[in-house]
């Protein structure tokens, strides 16, 4: 069957609104930008000397597993993109603790995950996951 | 809510400044305040939300916690300690209440 009028406009409604997506997930996100500028005091943020070791598809979101490790870091925070809320945790290290961690989250979709790193010198690292969950960890 | 239980398990064997594991738990609904019971009611916020450990008075690592963690919260580092001492935890809850639990370490 030939496109109708209708089906065309319908359709280039929708490309326009997908060429708008960066702009509106942003406002959609969680907010998880801004807690992580909150966090570095809105310092730039290199990749690398973080790991994030986290499955990539996991079956309960209820209790995900992340690890993070971090060479000469005093602080490492971990934020979410899916949940209402963008913080997860911050874990503040002492001269007796390496800075790593392990810890079960809570995520409530498919979503990434971002682990930021304070580093002795006050600069920020930082290392992000996508995490597929088959079962939400309902909030 | 059932009183919490905080639970940690150390290595039987432990070596002056060598790091071993600890893995930490505590029984906890975490409950997030965005979820309603069976009436349809939103249950409030109730979550733990720092943990603290310290060794001999310094404090070794400390967590603040979100509602993205897990019920049950369980965390696990590494320590190095450089002498037998006392290990104490606390997990602090959103109504005040803190949670305790002290472990002695002994090094080989």
């Given amino acids: 069957m030939a496109p109708t009028r209708r089906d065309v406009l319908l359709a280039s409604a929708s490309a326009a609104a997908a060429a708008l997506i960066p702009a509106g997930a942003a406002q959609a996100s969680n907010g998880v930008y801004q807690a992580i500028d ?10 690398g000397g973080v790991l994030l070791d986290a499955p990539e598809i996991f079956d309960n979101g209820g209790a995900v597993p992340i690890r993070v490790v971090a060479e000469g870091a ?8 899916g949940n209402p809320n963008p913080g997860v945790a911050v874990f503040s290290f ?12 809570r995520l409530a979709k498919s979503q990434t995950v971002y682990a930021v790193a304070e580093m002795a ?19 | 809510m059932a009183e919490p239980t905080p639970r940690v398990k150390l290595p039987r064997s432990i070596e002056a400044g060598v790091p071993f594991t600890v893995k930490t738990r505590i029984t906890h609904p975490m409950h997030t305040g965005e979820r309603h019971d069976s ?4 249950v409030p916020r109730q979550i733990i939300n720092r943990f603290v450990v310290s ?5 070794a690592i400390s967590v603040d916690l979100e509602p993205a963690v897990s019920a049950d919260p369980y965390i696990q580092f590494q320590l190095a300690v450089p ?3 006392q290990l104490e935890f606390q997990w602090v809850d959103d109504d005040g209440s803190v949670y305790s639990l002290s472990k002695r370490v002994e090094v080989d």
């Avoid at chain 1, 909150?38 to 990749?47: K, N």
């Avoid at chain 2, 009436?39 to 939103?42: D, I, N």
């Fill in chain 2, 55 to 59: 060794y001999g008075g310094e404090v």
């Fill in chain 1, 74 to 81: 005093r602080r490492i925070a971990l934020f979410n993109d």
């Fill in chain 2, 39 to 42: 009436e349809g009611a939103l």
């Fill in chain 1, 94 to 105: 002492g001269r007796l603790v390496p800075p790593e961690a392990t810890i079960r989250i």
């Fill in chain 1, 38 to 47: 909150e966090f570095t005091g809105g310092a730039l943020r290199l990749e």
């Fill in chain 2, 83 to 85: 002498e037998s001492g």
């Fill in chain 1, 121 to 139: 010198d006050g600069t920020f690292r930082e290392a992000s996951q996508k995490i597929a969950v088959t079962v939400g960890g309902c909030g």
